[in-house]
């Protein structure tokens, strides 16, 4: 079974940058969609950007112009480039297999005012 490892999180202050990465295991990654998403303390979680295998990209309105997502097929990651956080940007954030059950363990991000 494909297993998805995130890092990459940590506190930073509000107008911040953090990047994201999710390694797979295995060889088949580059047939994947995948996907990141994120819980709030309290909230559900929520999705906020796709990378299709085609290349075509997705993402929430309330991440859209400040992440971009990325993926090196090479190295089995997929990436999540995060800038002008906000504080409302705390979480935990989860990568994803396509629509699949397989998810990370996720990675903390703590946006400071």
């Known amino acids: 079974q494909v297993q998805l490892v995130e890092s990459g999180g940590g506190l930073v202050q509000a107008g911040g940058s953090l990047r994201l990465s999710c390694t797979a295991s295995?060889?088949?990654?580059?047939?994947?969609?995948m996907g990141w998403y994120r819980q709030a303390p309290g909230k559900e979680r929520e999705f906020v950007a796709r990378?299709?295998?085609?290349?075509?990209?997705e993402y929430a309105d309330s991440v859209k112009g400040r992440f971009t997502i990325s993926r090196d097929n090479g190295k089995n990651t997929v990436y999540l480039q995060m800038n002008s956080l906000k504080p409302e940007d705390t979480g935990i954030y989860y990568c994803?297999?396509?629509?699949?059950?397989?998810w990370g363990q996720g990675t903390q991000v703590t946006v400071s005012s």
């Open positions: 295995g060889r088949t990654f580059g047939a994947y969609d």
């Open positions: 994803r297999i396509g629509l699949s059950s397989v």
């Open positions: 990378k299709w295998r085609s290349g075509n990209t």
